[in-house]
């Protein structure tokens, strides 16, 4: 499955009238990045930045006065997102903001079945909140310290570490499957690896007189006791998975 973890910057708020000025993503292919970006500035053409849109992004007028229109990368951004889904924090914001560029160059409209928002996801794993990206990185332990201004390749990256975490952690989509006994290969969503088996199995944690203890309890609860199905054995072979 491949998904853009996505943000962008604008001139202001209201997506009728403000423009994108800067678009970043991330690639994620099962959850995982795959290492490719998307990173564009982009002019505004004749609207300017909103003063309190500069003092969130400092991204001004002067700075993008060279920097392409939006109808001369867009192709690029179609290319780039291609059949993948968009996930963006407050992806409403987001999404209307580049569906409002596409419709004036008369490219069709991301749609909703094509979009996530992490705000979303976030509000319902903890409805107690908060759930701004500043947030989900100190609750998820990811490292945001370089983060003075909103920018929309370092947000981008920075959901994505939260994204992965938030739906179950890296090891959500790994698929091991044993092929053989002994030193065995693992077949591994990125390639082989190889699990050595121990020298020396490891001290069982339990102790005889544990053993003898719990073997006494269990005759003592009778044939209907759940453990009288299993041998002293097996008590020890779980002590030792443990």
């Known amino acids: ?10 001139t202001g708020l209201d997506n009728r009238e403000d423009r994108v000025i800067e678009i970043g ?10 290492g490719r970006t998307i990173h564009i500035y ?3 053409g004749e609207r300017k930045v909103h003063p309190e849109a500069l003092a969130v992004h400092g991204i001004t007028d002067e700075f993008l006065k060279d920097k392409p229109p939006f109808a001369d990368v867009a192709q690029e951004i179609v290319d780039f997102f291609g059949d993948a889904r968009w996930v963006a ?19 069709p409209p991301i749609g909703s079945d094509r979009v996530i928002d992490t705000l979303a996801l976030a509000r319902r794993k903890h409805p107690m909140g908060p759930n701004s990206l500043d947030a989900l990185c100190r609750r998820y332990g990811v490292d945001n310290s370089h983060r003075t201004r909103h920018g929309a390749l370092l947000d981008s990256e920075l959901l994505a570490e939260v994204y992965i975490e938030m739906i179950g952690g890296r090891q959500a989509a790994l698929g091991l499957v044993v092929t053989e006994a002994g030193d065995r290969p693992i077949e591994a969503d990125d390639g082989p690896v190889v699990v050595v088996t121990r020298e020396r199995p490891l001290r069982p944690r339990l102790t005889e007189a544990e053993i003898a203890a719990h073997a006494a309890l269990v005759a003592k609860i009778g044939a209907n006791a759940i453990w009288s199905k299993y041998s002293e054995a097996d008590y020890v072979l779980r002590s030792e998975a443990v």
């Open 25 to 34: 993503g991330i690639e994620l292919e099962n959850q995982f990045p795959t």
């Open 42 to 44: 982009i002019n505004p």
């Open 89 to 107: 924090h407050n992806a409403t914001f987001d999404i209307g903001f580049i569906n409002a560029e596409f419709e004036r160059l008369g490219l």
């Open 1 to 10: 499955m491949r998904e853009i973890i996505f943000d962008t910057e604008t």
